[in-house]
Structure formats: structure tokens, C-alpha cells
């Protein structure tokens, strides 16, 4: 069965950045496109943007581009998600999803890795 | 950016009671290619959100038939017939036609 596992919850101080790591298994990695998504109480779920495993091809929302870089590790099945100059508001939870290659939505999800900016 | 949103917030309903969500877009989801990439997702408490429902009104697998998704350009309705206890959690709709948007979620309260 599909499954993607994400990394630990992340406490971090402002100006610095963190990491994220969703590595795939039960499917060919590199056949499905992957989504990363910010859900916080107040903004409910965002989009920050997608990423082709296969090629490394990446498309951003507008809000996240510079706020966010998407990347693969192709011999690990491993997507990761780097977040950098983080403030208060980089709080959330940030998903990774699979993109369905036959329903062309997230048809898939991690358990969520929670992200904490405080000083 | 494409707003989609969702009425009512909130919903209390109870055993075998059937509920309908409303989603509205604020464009078209009509695709140039003819699909229109209006999905539902579930997001049970404590849990990451689940594919209830892709391409208006196609059944992911495994999701249970009391599940139902109708509409087309701007206007989309889920539907739940008989509501069952393991349905609580919050409904968002969620666009692909277009860079993705989510809906502001309902919460489905059991009575």
C-alpha cells in the first residue's frame, strides 16, 4: 500500500531554515507527481507548490516562491521540502501528498510534520 | 488565486440522517480539456486529510457509496447518504483545474 512517511516535528528559531523529508513507498516513486501542503488554524490548507520526481521539475504558488524549495532523492524515494528565513507565520503543519495519476489530485498524504518558529 | 467556498461551516447531523456540502468557486472549473478537477477530501480528527471524492463525482477506492459528488462550473454539492459515525471530521473541496485552492472545510458534528 502507498504510504509516505515524513519527519519529526521541527522546533526552530526565526531567520534560520528547516528541512522536511516524506520518503515514498508501495509505488514506483518517480510515477506520481508529489504535492506539498501548509495547513495552519488560521489559513486552513495552502498549496506551496508540486514537484516531478522524474525530472525535478518543480512549480511554485506565487506566495511560496522564495519561501520554499522542493527537491527529490530519487535512489531513496525520498521528497524533501526546505523552508528558509522562517518567522512565526511558518508555523503549520506541512503535508506531502501524492499526485493521482488518474485522479490529478492529492490522492495520498503523509501524517503531517508540525513546524515551530520561536525564539 | 481561485476561492472556493464552502457552506454551511459547520453541520450537526445524526445516524442515517443525510447532509449535503456546498462548494462554490469563484471561476470556472471547466478544464480546456473537457475534466473538471473538482475533488472532496475528509479530514478526520487528529488525522491527515483522505480523497473521498476526484472529478466531481468519482468514488476514490475504497470509499463508501453513501458518498456522492455532483456539479459542474462553478457550483458542487457532496452529498452523504445516511450518515455513520466514522463520517465526523471536517469536508474540504479542493480545485485542480487551476493552481490548487482549498475550501475553508465544514465540520460534520454527529448528534
Known amino acids: 500500500q502507498v504510504q509516505l512517511q515524513q519527519s519529526g516535528a521541527e522546533l526552530v528559531k526565526p531567520g534560520t531554515s528547516v528541512k522536511l523529508s516524506c520518503k515514498a513507498s508501495g509505488y514506483t516513486f518517480t510515477s506520481n507527481h508529489m504535492n506539498w501542503i501548509k495547513q495552519t488554524t488560521g489559513q486552513g490548507l495552502e498549496w506551496i507548490g508540486i514537484i516531478n520526481p522524474g525530472s525535478g521539475g518543480t512549480s511554485y504558488n506565487v506566495k511560496f516562491k522564495g519561501k520554499a524549495t522542493l527537491t527529490v532523492d530519487k535512489s531513496s524515494s525520498t521528497a524533501f521540502m526546505q523552508l528558509s528565513s522562517l518567522t512565526p507565520e511558518d508555523s503549520a503543519v506541512y503535508y506531502c501528498a501524492r499526485h493521482g495519476s488518474s485522479s490529478y489530485v492529492m490522492d495520498a498524504w503523509g501524517q503531517g510534520a508540525s513546524v515551530t518558529v520561536s525564539s | 488565486d481561485v476561492v472556493l467556498t464552502q457552506t454551511p461551516p459547520t453541520l450537526s447531523a445524526t445516524i442515517g440522517q443525510s447532509v449535503s456540502i456546498s462548494c462554490r468557486s469563484s471561476?470556472?472549473?471547466?478544464?480546456?480539456?473537457?475534466?473538471?478537477?473538482l475533488n472532496w477530501l475528509l479530514q478526520r480528527p487528529g488525522q491527515p486529510p483522505q480523497l473521498l471524492i476526484y472529478l466531481v463525482s468519482r468514488l476514490e477506492s475504497g470509499v463508501p457509496n453513501r458518498f456522492s459528488g455532483s456539479g459542474s462550473g462553478t457550483d458542487f454539492t457532496l452529498k452523504i447518504s445516511g450518515v455513520e459515525a466514522e463520517d465526523l471530521g471536517v469536508y474540504y473541496c479542493v480545485q485542480s483545474t487551476h493552481a490548487p485552492t482549498f475550501g475553508s472545510g465544514t465540520k460534520l458534528e454527529i448528534k
Open positions: 471561476q470556472s472549473l471547466l478544464h480546456s480539456n473537457g475534466n473538471t478537477y
